[in-house]
């Protein structure tokens, strides 16, 4: 895990959850943004050999779905 300070690039790397197979469940980030040279990346990494298969969703202030992908 990071101690969240910035690189030499200014990014800010902080990591949230362990690369290891893990069972399914859902998982919550409190926080994603964009805007102000502010900006999130989530990446999913499979450790295994097999296909796998997962959904991201996000979701406004509100609680609405929020749609970015089409």
């Given at each position: 895990m990071s101690d969240g300070s910035l690189s030499a690039d200014a990014f800010v790397n902080v990591t949230v959850t362990?690369?290891?197979?893990?069972?399914?469940?859902t998982m919550l980030f409190a926080q994603f943004a964009?805007?102000?040279?502010?900006?999130?990346?989530?990446?999913l990494t499979n450790p295994s050999a097999s296909i796998a298969t997962g959904a991201i969703?996000?979701?406004?202030?509100?609680?609405?779905?929020?749609?970015v992908f089409k």
């Open positions: 362990p690369a290891v197979t893990i069972s399914p469940t964009n805007g102000s040279g502010i900006t999130s990346d989530v990446v969703e996000l979701f406004n202030r509100g609680g609405t779905k929020w749609q």
